[in-house]
């Protein structure tokens, strides 16, 4: 669930001080739908030849909106970009001026890119540019569960959880396609179990993992629903074995499961998430943490616990979901 699509975001490092782990993590989820696959660019690189610079500016940004030869994705994506910037620097009207057209260039996929962006932009800090894109989206396209789900993301980042709630509950009443539900009902697990629902958690998660068909697609989902068993009646990691114990669990994040059932040491886990090519992409060593502290938790060995969940707040970046849980945990044990 942290692969394909939600790598995207590792270019906006040129941007801030983000980087392609940290914007992996922001997103949660991975192969939503199809619709959503084709807005995506595997390690965060768009199509274009021309890779985003480290330092990138306006100017640098104008340059590259210049290229007639852009694609429609890519187009979108740069001027999303743009938007943020010129945000940034009270120029709404043309921010907006972007926006607009991006839903010209791109009229099926705009707010899936903005969706994909602004988040993890606003992991940078500027956490209010980011939401007068996406309000002015939002304007454009009312109701819109992606630009919802992203308003929401944005607010989980600085522990508003009831009112990513609020947005989260219409995004899923809004969400007609399959693809659209599913991010939606995930992103309102994430706020479930920071706010303490853990039985709402578990259903969102055990919801998201709907239509999905293959281990590697349902993982993310299945252990995030493990997190939120830990605080219910259920056997947590009964569900869990149940659920994936005869799976073939060694491509990550397969490694964190084997932990979770007792079929890994967490030395040996800390040494895939070091080691593995995937996770050395989207910082393994933050869901490795966290995990670790969440068995903990289910064992109720409080100081282990708040050992590993304070090692992954150290590890993951603050637009993490992993983040939020291990705040949240941190703050009941």
């Not at 939606?184 to 958690?201: C, E, K, P, S, V």
């Amino acid at each position: 669930m942290q692969r394909g699509m939600v790598r995207i975001l590792g270019v906006f490092g040129a941007l801030l001080t983000i980087n392609a782990s940290a914007s992996a993590q922001m997103q949660g989820g991975a192969n939503w739908d199809n619709s959503a696959q084709e807005f995506n660019r595997g390690t965060g690189s768009p199509t274009t030849s021309s890779p985003m610079p480290r330092d990138a500016s306006l100017e640098q940004l104008n340059k590259i909106l210049s290229v007639s030869q852009l694609k429609p994705a890519d187009r979108s994506f740069y001027l999303s970009l743009r938007a943020f910037v010129l945000s940034r620097a009270g120029r709404e009207a043309d921010s907006q001026k972007d926006i607009v057209e991006m839903a010209k260039v791109l009229p099926n996929g705009w707010q899936i890119v903005l969706w994909s962006t602004m988040p993890g932009l606003a992991g940078g800090g500027d956490r209010a540019a980011a939401l007068r894109a996406l309000n002015f989206g939002l304007q454009r396209k009312p109701n819109d569960p992606w630009l919802m789900v992203a308003q929401a993301q944005v607010y989980m980042q600085i522990s508003d959880f009831p009112q990513a709630m609020g947005i989260l509950d219409k995004a899923v009443g809004s969400a007609a396609a399959a693809g659209d539900r599913r991010v939606a009902i995930y992103n309102r697990g994430q706020a479930n179990l920071n706010l303490g629902n853990f039985q709402q958690a578990s259903d969102d998660f055990d919801s998201a993992l709907s239509g999905l068909t293959t281990v590697k697609s349902r993982l993310d989902s299945t252990l995030w629903r493990y997190a939120a068993q830990v605080h219910t009646k259920v056997d947590a990691r009964a569900n869990l074995n149940k659920d994936i114990g005869n799976e073939n669990l060694y491509e990550w994040p397969g490694p964190i499961a084997k932990f979770l059932l007792g079929k890994m040491p967490a030395g040996e886990l800390e040494v895939a998430a070091e080691s593995d090519q995937i996770a050395k992409q989207i910082n393994g060593k933050c869901p490795a943490a966290f995990y670790v502290g969440m068995d903990a938790v289910r064992r109720g060995d409080k100081q282990r616990a708040r050992e590993q969940l304070q090692l992954a707040q150290a590890r993951c970046p603050t637009m993490s979901p992993y983040n939020w849980a291990a705040s949240s945990e941190l703050k009941r044990l």
